[in-house]
């Protein structure tokens, strides 16, 4: 039922994957100015976040998540 209740809102995957990131970047920007000293790690943050949201733009899909990256540093 959820499946088609959001099919008929017209909301993608790929839409709620862009409406994550660009709330992301807004997090991350915000943080860099309360927290100078972390700037550029939250600036490298950011960068994957918008690389995430240009690839949406592109191809009009949710990245695809590698299982066995996750948790991994």
């Known amino acids: 039922m ?8 017209g909301v993608s995957n790929a ?3 862009g409406e994550l990131c660009d709330r992301q970047i807004e997090i991350l920007q915000s943080l860099k100015q309360r ?7 939250m600036t490298n943050i950011c960068d994957h976040w918008q ?5 949406l733009k592109q ?3 949710a990245p695809a998540i590698d299982r066995r990256k996750v948790g991994r540093t």
């Open 15 to 17: 839409d709620r994957w």
């Open 2 to 9: 959820n499946a088609m209740l959001i099919s008929e809102a």
């Open 51 to 55: 690389e995430i949201r240009q690839s």
């Open 35 to 41: 927290f100078p000293e972390r700037a550029e790690q």
């Open 59 to 61: 191809t009009g899909k």
